[in-house]
């Protein structure tokens, strides 16, 4: 039998020393009332007793004494003991289960229940928002058909009339069909009065135009002339005018003119002589 207990940090308990509980053993055993005001901590002892019993780790801080340490089965009936054990279902009144693994089944069964409600909820959302999306798709297309028929109204009775042949009764036929054409975002589109001047062109009777030709003949004497064989001499008032004869670069010379603004060489950095830019600019 149970000989004494160690209770502390439990409900009413003080919460760091053990006040000693005992309980004389008696042969044969004689059963021991509690009893004390409301709050003094009988429910707890009980509740001690029964989480010690199942090895429960709330209570590891807390001990039980039995007689000769014998290992007993320790069974506490209280409300614990009936939640854990015997439960109710749900919206069922006058249905219960009994046993430990009956009650753990109904509680895991209606914590699926409730997770399924939950996610029915979500789908019927999911499936409201999607109808929405569709039904708003429709009616953007409703009014991209109305806009398009719009526009063979417009142009029923004109110039175009021909090319819209087949499509004057079906106004979802004829949006179909400008939807399969598709033009990059970049491309700008002929006005309607440039489409009637195509139209028009397509549609002419008139003969080809003549191709007009041109006369290059006289092209071949001006290629064959002499003067392109002459040499181009620089001017001899320029003291550069030697140096650049024996090395024969004036073309070379004349296409580095113009990178010639500032006192130094912009091809080797180096100063230029006095009277440079003078000289330069007699040469041609």
Sequence with gaps: MITGLSIYRY????????????????????????????????????????????????????????????????????QRFLDKVIRTAEGVPGIFTIGVQDAATQAEIEEKQAET???????????????????AGK????????????????HDQGPFRDLMKGFHSDRQKFFEELDTCTVADDVELDDLD???????????????????SLDLTGLAIIEGDAIWGEVIAVSATSRL??????????????QGRKFAHDPECPFCQQHLPAGFAEDLALLL
């Design 139 to 154: 009616a953007v297309r409703d009014i991209a058909i109305t806009g398009a028929w719009k526009a063979h109204s417009d």
């Design 11 to 78: 409900k009413s308990f003080h919460p760091t020393v053990a006040p000693p509980i005992h309980f004389e053993a008696n042969t044969p055993p004689k059963p021991v009332f509690l009893y004390g005001i409301n709050g003094a901590g009988k429910s707890a002892i009980g509740e001690v007793i029964q989480g010690l019993a199942g090895k429960e780790a709330e209570f590891a801080h807390c001990a039980l004494q039995t007689s000769n340490n014998a290992d007993y089965r320790i069974l506490v009936y209280n």
């Design 194 to 212: 440039r489409l009637k001047q195509r139209l028009a062109d397509t549609n002419s009777t008139e003969s080809s135009q003549p191709k007009i």
């Design 117 to 135: 409600e939950k996610l029915e909820g979500q789908s019927a959302a999911l499936d409201a928002k999607i109808q929405q999306t569709i039904d």
């Design 241 to 254: 005018a030697p140096l650049i004869e024996k090395w024969g670069n004036s073309d070379w010379v004349g």
